[in-house]
């Protein structure tokens, strides 16, 4: 699931400049941050998607193992 999140690189551009980062640095900054670290951030969203997706194959494995469980048990126990 792909979100699109906000990132001010306007904003962080002129903090940098502000705080004596000369434009031109001040800009590829803003543009690095916005191609590489937002690209990398998830959200709620996909934390949720990816837990919900864990939680059902957990759970089948978990139906699979119990269902081989009782079917070995009814084996041993119709011939012993």
Not at 2 to 14: N, Q, R
């Amino acid at each position: 699931m792909t979100t699109a999140i906000a990132f001010d690189s306007l904003g962080y551009a002129k903090r940098l400049r502000d705080n004596g980062v000369d434009q031109r640095h001040a800009e590829a900054h803003a543009e690095a941050a916005r191609d590489f670290i937002m690209s990398e951030l998830v959200t709620k969203s996909d934390l949720a998607a990816a837990l919900t997706a864990q939680t059902l194959a957990l759970t089948l494995r978990l139906g699979v193992m119990m269902t081989v469980g009782f079917g070995v048990l009814a084996t041993l126990m119709k011939i012993l």
